[in-house]
Every structure is written in structure tokens, then in C-alpha cells.
């Protein structure tokens, strides 16, 4: 059977699409679907990209084709992050990824479920963020939330990882705050290298993967230098649990001869991924949250009803809070904060709807053109919560609905988020309603960086 050429836009020498992806590449992307269809193809520099639109595609690909979708394409400045493919995020599909990943998501899914261990961590830092907020609202000014948003889920990863917290002003905690902050920044200038890599020999853009590549080395030596210490202190004392940190279970299940570069890139993984993406999803929140605030009151009216102002809302109360779900279900929707989610390759050659994808072909998921589908999402820049509630006011979660990815590489710290995201809005919501200042609303067309962030933006705390 003749397999039909991939279509894709016409692109320039050398450089191909490049120029004309723009800031924000998943806009195009989902713009030429509409010419050149679910699947096509397009020019990163001197390789061929193919690009896979709408539900269907998708999840033909992800779930059906997963033996020969799901590795990863050779991107020098990830290649390097990742010191050499450990860790998860960018590791090749193979068996040792396999057996790295099948001992993360366990050991994530009991420090984000079981025994209420995680729960406890994550109220301890949504009390400080509290008093944080408090403080705010008693000034009366605007401020900008994401330092204090991301301080308080940095904790949360450190108290997981680590199996402590730190204080707000410890010097050891200003570092690694001032790390993650210079990752992120130089993240997003550094992406042209994963295309060109010849153009780290060039003054000026070599120095931004540097930048990149220092930052990554250091937030590795800083977890290094705290889980030595906290290794010594808990062979100490053998009757510790393994549920004090991530880190000592996660040497409990990794049996690789290069075991300590592998906890150290997994525990790096989950810093830099895991602490920005949720950030960045609560910058969201508490935007669309002032931007609408009907849909705040109605949120802040289930807690009222269902939790009360006495007691603190735990993961118990979710199946009692519907609409709060629902809303935080709409602001992962509306704004996906991972548009492209993280580059799949072709690790053999595979027909697709007809299709002919090489082995080694880099593979985009627009996770962007499924969630802004108005086949599935009538209307899809409205904030509708109503999404996903049934007629019976229940919560429904439409196959659609695809925030984390789906697949062999799906984001194994969904769970953590889901409960991070649920604990840190119920209990702010309890507490203040969010107000924007007088003038023009903020901008919620995003900035792509290591993720679609909201430009930066001031908000107002008022105590309920």
C-alpha cells in the first residue's frame, strides 16, 4: 500500500520553519492544522519534525504506537541537562528508563497519597505561604505572587526529596531559590542550541547553554551536599523510615552500577520540573481566578458549605467540592502549561493513519490543539468550569482532557501536582479572595519558556 508524503509549510534554507514559529510555536503549530491536517511536517533547522494535532491522533500514537513513539530525540542542551540521558525527563526508552521510572512513580504515588505523609508537607507550606499572603493583604498594595508561590512549592519539593524543609530565610534556601531562578531564565534562550548545537562555539549564544548547563550542575551539587549530610545523620539511626525522603527510597530501589548519578538526576528532575510547572499553574489560577470572580465566589461557597472556616480542607473534602474540582480542572485545560509537552522521537520506523514516520524522527504532541478543540471545547478561550460537571453537578473528565500527557511517558508526578494544586487553592480561597488593581487586565496569551507562564502580572489580597 503506498503511504501517503507528509504535507507541511514551505520554510527557508537552512533554517527552514524556524522563523516562522514565533514566541509562542504551538499557536502556529495548531494554526497550520487547519491546513496541512492532524499530521504533517515541518523544518527544525536541517531535520524534519512531524506534528501531531487533535485528540485522536494523539492517542493513536501515545497508546496504540507506544513501542516505537515513546523515546526521546537527541537535543544537545536536554542531552546535557540530563548528564548524558539519566534521570527521566529525557531519557532514551530503554530498559534501564523503564526500571528508573517504574521505582519513581511508586515512590511517587506514596509520598503523594499514602498515610497522609505528603499532605502534612504540603499544609505546613500552604500555612506559611498564608501568613506570607496575610502580610500582603495587610499592606493594601498590589504585589506579584510568583516568588512567594514558588518559595512555598520549592519547600514542598525539598521536603519531599530531602525529608526536610527550610526556612524562608535560611541562606541555604536563598541559593537554591536564586538556582532555580536562573535555570528557568536561561532555559528559554538556550533552545535554539538543541536545533543549531554547532552555535555554542559563537560568543554570546554559547554562554547561554553555559548558563544553563552551570545553573544544572550546581542544583545537583547543592541536593549532593544535603543528602550526604542527611545520609549520615539517618545511618545513625537505623529505625528511621524510608518515608523520610524520596531520595534514601529511591536508593532502596535503583540497583544501577551508576547508582548516585541517577538519584541525583532524578532528584534534579523533579526540582526543576516539578517545582516550576506547578508554580507556573498556580500563577494561572490565582490570574483567572481574579479575572473571573464569579467563579471564585462559587468556589469560595462550596468551601464555605462543604469545609467551613475552622478547619483546613484536606484531599477527603474533594469528593464534596465539585465545582472547586471543576475549576481547577478548566485552568489546567485553558491554559496548558506544557503545550508541546517534551519532544517524542521515533524509535523505529512506523506507519501513522497511513503515514510514513522514519526511526529517529523527532515527534511533537500538541497537547495545545486538543485542549483548544471546539469540536470537544465549544468556545475554548472561555473559562468555563461547567466543562466538567455532568447535570447531576458531578465531577466528568472528558478523554480530552489531557494536562499530563498520556502514554509510556506521561508525567509521572501527576499525582503529586493533583494534590499540591487542590490543597494550595482550597486553602487560599478559604482564606482571601484575589482582586486585580485597577487598569487593563493582564495579558493571558502566556510565555513559552520551559513552560507557557503568564506574563508577569499584580494582584490584590483581600481576608475573607
Not at 304 to 330: H, N, Q, W
Request: aromatic share 8%; hydrophobic share 40%; proline share 7%.
Amino acid at each position: 500500500k503506498k503511504k501517503k508524503p507528509l504535507a507541511g509549510p514551505p520554510g527557508y534554507p537552512l533554517i527552514g520553519n524556524l522563523p516562522s514559529l514565533g514566541a509562542n510555536p504551538h499557536l502556529q503549530l495548531t494554526e497550520w492544522r487547519r491546513e496541512y491536517g492532524d499530521i504533517y511536517r515541518i523544518r527544525m533547522g536541517l531535520q524534519d519534525a512531524v506534528i501531531l494535532n487533535g485528540y485522536d491522533v494523539i492517542r493513536e500514537a501515545l497508546l496504540k504506537k507506544a513501542d516505537r513513539l515513546s523515546d526521546r530525540p537527541y537535543m544537545y542542551v536536554l542531552h546535557e541537562l540530563s548528564c548524558g540521558g539519566k534521570g527521566i525527563g529525557f531519557a532514551g526508552y530503554n530498559d534501564e528508563y523503564k526500571n528508573r521510572r517504574r521505582a519513581m512513580v511508586s515512590i511517587l504515588r506514596r509520598f503523594g497519597m499514602g498515610k497522609g505523609f505528603m499532605e502534612g508537607k504540603i499544609h505546613e507550606e500552604v500555612l506559611e505561604l498564608r501568613k506570607n499572603f496575610a502580610e500582603q493583604a495587610a499592606s493594601g498594595e498590589a504585589f506579584d505572587p510568583s516568588r512567594l508561590l514558588g518559595c512555598s512549592v520549592l519547600n514542598v519539593i525539598c521536603s519531599m526529596i530531602l525529608g526536610a524543609r527550610f526556612e524562608q530565610d535560611d541562606p541555604l534556601f536563598h541559593r537554591l531559590v536564586a538556582l532555580m531562578d536562573r535555570t528557568v531564565a536561561a532555559m528559554g534562550p538556550s533552545q535554539i542550541l538543541n536545533v543549531f548545537p554547532w552555535l555554542r562555539f559563537l560568543p554570546g549564544l554559547g554562554q547561554t547553554g553555559s548558563d544553563v548547563f552551570r545553573c544544572a550542575e550546581e542544583i545537583r551539587d547543592f541536593l549532593s551536599g544535603v543528602i550526604r549530610k542527611q545520609r549520615s545523620q539517618l545511618n545513625n539511626n537505623d529505625d528511621v523510615s524510608d518515608d523520610v525522603s524520596f531520595v534514601r527510597s529511591l536508593e532502596a530501589a535503583l540497583q544501577e552500577d551508576d547508582q548516585v548519578t541517577m538519584i541525583m538526576q532524578g532528584a534534579s528532575d523533579l526540582f526543576i520540573g516539578g517545582a516550576e510547572t506547578t508554580t507556573t499553574t498556580l500563577r494561572w489560577a490565582l490570574l483567572y481566578l481574579a479575572l473571573h470572580p464569579e467563579v471564585q465566589e462559587n468556589m469560595q461557597i462550596e468551601l464555605d458549605r462543604e469545609v467551613g472556616r475552622e478547619r483546613r480542607p484536606s484531599l477527603t473534602d474533594k469528593p464534596r467540592l465539585p465545582y472547586t474540582e471543576a475549576s481547577i480542572l478548566e485552568i489546567q485545560r485553558v491554559r496548558t502549561i506544557a503545550p508541546l509537552s517534551i519532544p517524542h522521537a521515533a524509535s523505529q520506523d512506523v506507519e501513522l493513519r497511513g503515514h510514513h514516520i522514519p526511526a529517529g524522527t523527532q515527534v511533537l504532541v500538541n497537547l495545545w490543539s486538543v485542549h483548544m478543540d471546539p469540536a470537544h471545547w465549544p468556545d475554548p478561550e472561555r473559562f468555563d468550569p461547567s466543562r466538567f460537571l455532568n447535570e447531576q453537578g458531578k465531577v466528568v473528565r472528558p478523554e480530552q482532557f489531557l494536562p499530563f500527557s498520556i502514554g509510556r511517558r506521561q508525567c509521572p508526578g501527576e499525582q503529586l501536582a493533583k494534590t499540591e494544586l487542590f490543597l494550595f487553592l482550597t486553602t487560599l480561597l478559604q482564606h482571601f479572595t484575589f482582586e486585580l488593581p485597577e487598569g487593563a487586565p493582564p495579558s493571558t496569551e502566556g510565555v513559552m519558556g520551559i513552560s507557557l507562564s503568564p506574563s508577569p502580572y499584580k494582584i490584590r489580597v483581600r481576608p475573607r
